[in-house]
């Protein structure tokens, strides 16, 4: 049986890495790399690092900071990419085929496509061309609309006419090899996965399906991996709440029976290397 995946999600935002409530409010918790060092230690199957920044500053200025200043994100791709010790996809302002190939020259296994997806869905093709479908992940980011209907948002805001089906389909016929599907109005509420949505998209495609948007306890992780047909659950917030957070859902998840691998403790690793 194939092994289900539990995901952290990182989020920077200008050069800090922060938490999210719904797409709006934004919380800064550490440097860029930090988390990346403490997911890696404790053996995360991958990790999702999105550069949700609404400008290209990634110098704060701040030197009390203790981490590097970075120009641009070029500096931020390359050191997140020699701390990383686990399967790393990359996305975030992504908008040519040069785009593509600097992350995974840089590190990255994959990459994610979310505004490119719904502004030129060709690209997907283009890129799955020239490196493989197997490194494409398209961010779908989902909300209802005044009618209470699911749909398609790009970057979380502005409302496109697809519904999450629809559109699902239309990126794996494009040569998508995964698909991040998140709840923008879960987003950081805690309050657990929208299942039915993470259902409805799964059942009608053929490739992995990652469920992002409203972990709060480790029982919502336990029902997505389940109750849907999702290959994975990701996360962010959660993940940033104490050191061992990772080890403490796989642990939980294990011991219910799930299909994921071993949790191990960190002074285990840490004797064994």
């Known amino acids: 049986m ?138 779908i980011d989902v909300k209802k609309n005044e009618k209470d209907m699911p749909i398609v948002y790009k970057r979380g805001k502005e409302a496109t006419n697809f519904k999450p089906v629809e559109f699902a389909k239309m990126v794996e016929n494009a040569g998508a090899g995964e698909i991040l599907l998140n709840s923008v109005d879960l987003d950081g509420s805690g309050n657990g996965f929208d299942l039915e949505l993470i259902n409805e998209v799964a059942q009608n495609i053929k490739i992995p399906l990652i469920a992002l948007g409203g972990a709060g306890n480790w029982g919502h992780f336990y029902e997505v991996l389940s109750k849907t047909k999702a290959s994975a659950v990701a996360a962010a917030n959660i993940f940033q709440h104490s050191e061992n957070s990772m080890y403490s859902c796989k642990s939980y998840l294990y011991t219910q029976g799930l299909p994921v691998r071993k949790p191990f403790e960190l002074s285990y690793i840490n004797k064994n290397l």
């Open 2 to 139: 194939l092994k289900k995946r539990v995901i952290p999600v990182i989020l920077l935002r200008n050069g800090l890495i922060v938490q999210s409530r719904a797409f709006k409010r934004y919380q800064s918790i550490g440097s860029p790399t930090a988390a990346v060092e403490r997911l890696s230690s404790w053996q995360s199957d991958e990790l999702i690092y999105l550069d949700i920044s609404p400008s290209s500053t990634y110098d704060l200025n701040r030197d009390d900071l203790n981490h590097p200043t970075f120009s641009s994100i070029i500096d931020i791709i390359k050191l997140v990419s020699k701390r990383c010790q686990m399967p790393l996809t990359f996305g975030g302002g992504i908008r040519t085929i040069e785009d593509v190939n600097f992350r995974l020259k840089n590190g990255a296994d994959k990459i994610t496509l979310n505004s490119i997806a719904i502004d030129n869905i060709d690209m997907i093709t283009k890129i799955a061309n020239m490196f493989g479908s197997q490194c494409i992940v398209v961010s």
